[in-house]
């Protein structure tokens, strides 16, 4: 099964732009990429997905490097509800089972 | 929409005991997933389910299962509880699969004593 890495954590000054990082070496074609998040006891919420090209919704960005080895979620001006645990995952549907990555912890400084 | 529910919220039980939890998911989402989250190990896949039929199953012993109902409702199980079973449980539902957006629930926060 295809593995993600994420850091740990990862601290961000209110209103300025964060750039969370996923690894995905081992992702196979058909694998889309997905970024969900959990606040405190909260189950997580859907954040964005894609396969090949950037994508952009109203919650964030999503940049897929070339390779599709990485990617990294952008929250272009982080606000303290901002603040929860980021996972990065990839999923085929299918018959292929979902993979979750180690989770980041996202630090909003007022 | 109502979103996904699950029942227990909270559920205390000792070592040796089985228990069964529920998830109803959003209406007209035929795939049910269910995880486990614990400190130690974040976020696993436990199993989905998909008209009935189970399509995955993740890295857990036999004591857990699941089934899911005509109506997409799903249920898992647990028997011989262990106190590493501990846990939150959560359901998630989307459209077919999990290419889809999943919506996942609250949750259900199992202790085991």
């Known amino acids: 099964d295809a593995k993600t890495t994420q850091p740990n954590s990862m601290e961000s000054n209110e209103e300025e732009p964060v750039h969370l990082p996923c690894n995905h070496s081992?992702?196979?074609?058909?694998?889309?990429i997905h970024w969900y998040r959990q606040l405190p006891s909260q189950g997580p919420e859907y954040v964005i997905h894609g396969l090949t090209s950037n994508v952009n919704n109203r919650m964030a960005s999503l940049a897929i490097a070339e390779d599709r080895k990485s990617s990294t979620l952008i929250l272009h001006r982080a606000t303290l509800r901002d603040a929860a645990v980021y996972y990065c995952?990839?999923?085929?549907?299918?018959?292929?089972?979902?993979?979750f990555g180690t989770g980041t912890k996202l630090q909003v400084i007022p | 929409k109502a979103g996904v529910t699950q029942t227990p919220r909270y559920l205390i039980k000792t070592r040796g005991q089985q228990v069964t939890l529920s998830c109803s998911p959003i209406s007209g989402h035929r795939s049910v997933s269910w995880y486990q989250q614990t400190p130690g190990q974040g976020l696993q896949f436990l199993f989905e389910y998909f008209s009935e039929t189970q399509r995955n199953k993740g890295n857990f012993p036999g004591r857990f299962s699941g089934r899911q109902f005509s109506n997409s409702r799903s249920e898992m199980n647990v028997s011989t509880l262990e106190l590493g079973d501990s846990a939150l449980y959560l359901c998630?539902?989307?459209?077919?699969?999990?290419?889809?957006?999943?919506?996942f629930g609250p949750g259900t926060r199992l202790t085991v004593l």
């Open positions: 081992t992702i196979s074609g058909t694998d889309y």
């Open positions: 998630a539902s989307s459209l077919v699969d999990t290419t889809d957006t999943q919506y």
């Open positions: 995952i990839l999923g085929a549907g299918g018959y292929q089972k979902v993979t």
